[in-house]
């Protein structure tokens, strides 16, 4: 009979990120170690917020 999965790498669960940040927080407590701070996520806001790096020259046409 075939195997379902390679049991040596387990198989991907949907893990909620926030119990997970919990979870690790609760056992850096426990420790007493500091957790690295959390990377923001600025991709869609910096975006929105930059200037661009091209200028439009108003007497010249786009085509």
Do not use: C, H, W
Not at 21 to 32: P, T
């Amino acid at each position: 009979m075939a195997k379902k999965f390679n049991r040596a790498r387990p198989q991907k669960k949907n893990i909620d990120r926030n119990k997970l940040q919990k979870y690790r927080e609760e056992i850096a407590r426990e420790l007493g170690v500091e957790l690295p701070e959390r990377k923001k996520r600025t991709g869609s806001e910096a975006d929105r917020n930059t200037t661009p790096t091209f200028t439009f020259k108003d007497d010249t046409p786009l085509y």
